[in-house]
T-cell receptor
């Protein structure tokens, strides 16, 4: 049973560039949430996708956008990268939108913006 | 005030002892709570979930929830060096499964 997968594992970009991160949810899951984890901090919720629509969004600017595909996989796009966007980006998958549903995290993508 | 607060630690515990981790939350709409373990450079791994007031035990781990006091705790019994990690407390509301995380508590178990 495949768990949550993310690609790439590491990425180095320069300020102003754009980046796309990818996530495939755990088998049987249909909901994908994205989190940003800065060094030494807890993960911060970016947004969540279900049925190919953004369902909830955290306090992140419009430079952060996403997409969910019919096979439930998802992409996170960040435009006009800033140094402060350097972080571990985590994808979490779950089944449905009900509160209390367990989320399982992928290995993350570590983004460094120079 | 952060929505979910944890002592950053490090919490230093001798091998075989009990590690006690605490978490407080401010959102009274939070209904479900999760403890994740995160090793350095890795992603969070679920340890426990708890939804009702009281204790929930799973192996060496016991989670405690007190909604009146807005307090969640995690006890790790017979601590092992492999338990050395950062422990993240997270809360979720009744609708939608967005998680709000605390900053994590770093635990160091010394042989």
């Amino acid at each position: 049973d495949a768990g949550v997968t993310q690609s790439p594992t590491h990425l180095i970009k320069t300020r102003g560039q754009q980046v796309t991160l990818r996530c495939s949810p755990k088998s049987g899951h249909d909901t994908v949430s994205w989190y940003q984890q800065a060094l030494g901090q807890g993960p911060q919720f970016i947004f969540q996708y279900y049925e190919e629509e953004e369902r909830q969004r955290g306090n992140f600017p419009d430079r952060f956008s996403g997409h969910q595909f019919p096979n439930y996989s998802s992409e996170l796009n960040v435009n006009a990268l800033l140094l402060g966007d350097s972080a571990l980006y985590l994808c979490a998958s779950s089944l449905g939108l009900a509160g209390g549903v367990t989320q399982y995290f992928g290995p993350g993508t570590r983004l460094l913006v120079l | 005030q952060k929505e979910v607060e944890q002592n950053s630690g490090p919490l230093s515990v001798p091998e075989g002892a009990i590690a006690s981790l605490n978490c407080t939350y401010s959102d009274r709409g939070s209904q479900s709570f999760f403890w994740y373990r995160q090793y350095s450079g890795k992603s969070p791994e679920l340890i426990m979930s708890i939804y009702s007031n009281g204790d929930k035990e799973d192996g060496r781990f016991t989670a405690q929830l007190n909604k009146a006091s807005q307090y969640v705790s995690l006890l790790i019994r017979d601590s092992q060096p492999s338990d050395s990690a950062t422990y993240l407390c997270a809360g979720g509301r009744a609708a939608g499964n967005k998680l709000t995380f605390g900053g994590g508590t770093r635990v160091l178990v010394k042989p």
